[in-house]
């Protein structure tokens, strides 16, 4: 497996990370912008169904983090690896 340098800091993978962060949080602050004008509950209701909500997906940003940093963990011993054995 050859690495070019050329790609620059960012790889692929990060780049594909970011962009999938990035389209899930756009997609979050407008599905609750949305929900939030056409809710058919209550004040109450549909504050308690955000604050689940938020919840929810805090916790998942929580491991989409977790699962960045093992993949970011894995490229650099990967990078230690090809430098060690090109030497």
Request: proline share 2%; charged share 30%.
């Amino acid at each position: 497996m050859s690495i070019s340098m050329k790609e620059g800091p960012m790889t692929t993978e990060m780049r594909c990370l970011l962009g999938a962060s990035l389209g899930f949080l756009s997609g979050v602050v407008m599905g609750l912008g949305l929900g939030v004008l056409v809710a058919p509950q209550s004040g109450s209701r549909t504050r308690r169904h955000l604050r689940t909500m938020v919840e929810d997906m805090s916790e998942q940003a929580g491991e989409w983090v977790e699962d960045a940093k093992v993949a970011l963990e894995d490229l650099i011993d990967r990078g230690k690896k090809l430098v060690a054995k090109e030497r």
